[in-house]
């Protein structure tokens, strides 16, 4: 069985930072590329960040580049979002995502919010 699990979420001010991790269980971890996505309330899922399966290679969404960092240790079996210089607009949901078998799999989400 599949398993995602986010956590590191929380209130942070502008200008702030976080790190996400989401824990991995049930596939082979090391073979797979895994995402990070957000959705806001009423918005399309949005693709923030990718890593390779070894981590050799990453991509950004052009409005996190710079400031975001996806990251993995596949002795772990995790993967982290390191968020840096946070805004208003980052803040909403944030989802692991593992793509294999033709299928998507999806963590429970971890809340993001960044208010003075």
């Known amino acids: 069985q599949v398993q995602l699990v986010e956590s590191g979420g929380g209130l942070v001010q502008p200008g702030g930072s976080l790190r996400l991790s989401c824990a991995a269980s049930?596939?082979?971890?090391?073979?797979?590329?895994l995402n990070w996505y957000r959705q806001g309330p009423g918005k399309e899922r949005e693709l923030v960040a990718t890593i390779s399966s070894t981590g050799d290679s990453t991509n950004y969404a052009n409005s996190v580049k710079g400031r975001f960092t996806i990251s993995r240790d596949n002795a772990k079996n995790t993967v982290y979002l390191q968020m840096n210089s946070l805004k208003p607009e980052d803040a909403t949901v944030y989802y692991c995502?593992?793509?294999?078998?033709?299928?998507?799999?999806w963590g429970q989400g971890t809340q993001v919010t960044v208010s003075s």
């Open positions: 995502n593992a793509r294999f078998n033709a299928r998507h799999y």
């Open positions: 049930g596939f082979t971890f090391s073979a797979y590329a």
